[in-house]
């Protein structure tokens, strides 16, 4: 079965540095990826995906993750952090039902500091 | 862009009441989805719909069932809601053979 892991539930950052956010996935068949964020009090938006295609894809706000299958791990990162990015990020996988659904990572809050 | 309704931002019922959630959204979708989410937990599928009259169970249909009468409307009951059901209810859609889902703001049920 498909599954995902997401490692840290909590990551701190300071305003300017790296964002990294860890995932990695298990599939038996070649997956779809996505990375959705989650702001206070809302639905999840999607950030990026990966289809197969480029294995460097780039998201809205200047996120971008790579798709490495040697590794099982398509990682998030931002060059610079900024103080609008704090908060929940989910990691999923396409799941291979025959229908079109996602398994989603536990989550990770990100924390930006001034 | 595409919208995805929730009926209620926040509900609060007594246990044993019959709760009903209810989605609508305006792209023509076939898929609908629903998902609870809970702190340290992520997000868990409880029911899908892939046409109108269509449902599949997910991973915690348990305490839950669904309808969808129409094309955009999708809809969670509670048949008698317990405490342990007290959560985030979170309702998305996606096209056909599309994996991409579009998300509702969310429906925070407290039941006591």
């Known amino acids: 079965a498909q599954s995902v892991t997401q490692l840290g539930s909590h990551v701190s950052v300071s305003e300017g540095a790296l964002v990294l956010l860890r995932c990695n996935y298990s599939?038996?068949?070649?997956?779809?990826l996505f990375w959705y964020v989650q702001y206070p009090n809302q639905g999840l938006q999607l950030l990026l995906k990966y289809t197969s295609a480029a294995t460097l894809v780039k998201g809205i706000n200047g996120f971008e993750a790579e798709f490495k299958k040697s590794e099982t791990s398509f990682h998030l990162t931002k060059p610079s952090a900024h103080m609008s990015d704090a908060a929940e990020y989910f990691c999923?996988?396409?799941?291979?039902?025959?229908?079109?659904?996602?398994?989603f990572g536990k989550g990770t809050m990100l924390l930006v500091s001034p | 862009d595409v919208k995805v309704t929730q009926s209620s931002r926040y509900l609060v019922k007594r246990t044993g009441e019959k709760v009903f959630l209810e989605c609508v959204q305006d792209?023509?979708?076939?898929?609908m989805f629903w998902y609870r989410q809970d702190p340290g937990l992520g997000l868990r599928l409880i029911y899908f719909?892939?046409?109108?009259?269509?449902?599949e169970k997910g991973d915690i249909p348990e305490g839950y069932s669904v309808s969808r009468e129409k094309k955009e409307r999708f809809s969670l009951i509670l048949e008698s809601a317990s405490t342990n059901q007290t959560s985030m209810y979170l309702c998305?859609?996606?096209?056909?053979?599309?994996?991409?889902?579009?998300f509702g703001p969310g429906t925070r049920l407290t039941v006591t």
């Open positions: 998305a859609s996606s096209f056909g053979h599309s994996y991409e889902q579009y």
């Open positions: 792209m023509d979708h076939e898929n």
């Open positions: 599939s038996s068949v070649p997956p779809y």
């Open positions: 719909s892939y046409d109108v009259k269509m449902k």
């Open positions: 999923a996988v396409t799941m291979n039902s025959g229908y079109s659904t996602l398994t």
